[in-house]
């Protein structure tokens, strides 16, 4: 099993930028693929983007393609989300999780074992 905690969240106005940090502790942060999901009022979590375990590979959806880059430091054990261009649409909680078995493109939050709290993020318009 693996710890995560979300840092980073916040209000912004729209077309500024934000970046998430996500730290992990427990199982060997390096052998999980990692990914960022989100969850706004009244709506499912979603999947936003997924990280490889050596970073070689990202996954984005459509929505966030071009604004929104995610990255990893196996050595500090942390996954980032930087966000740029953000738009009032991208207002929701955003949440890291791990997956011990894939590559970080699955989009179905049942393929991850472990998540975090979440943090929330604010677009205003």
């Known amino acids: 099993q693996v710890q995560l905690v979300e840092s980073g969240g916040g209000l912004v106005q729209a077309g500024g930028s934000l970046r998430l940090s996500c730290a992990a502790s427990g199982r060997t942060f390096s052998t999980c693929a990692m990914a960022w999901f989100r969850q706004a009022p009244g709506k499912e979590r979603e999947f936003v983007a997924g990280i490889s375990r050596s970073g070689a590979y990202t996954f984005y959806t459509n929505s966030v393609k071009g604004r929104f880059t995610i990255s990893r430091d196996n050595a500090k054990n942390t996954v980032y989300l930087q966000m740029n261009s953000l738009e009032p649409e991208d207002t929701a909680v955003y949440y890291c999780?791990?997956?011990?078995?894939?590559?970080?493109?699955?989009?179905?939050?049942?393929?991850?074992?472990?998540w975090g709290q979440g943090t929330q993020v604010t677009v205003s318009s």
């Open positions: 999780a791990a997956d011990a078995s894939g590559l970080g493109s699955k989009r179905s939050e049942a393929f991850y074992q472990d």
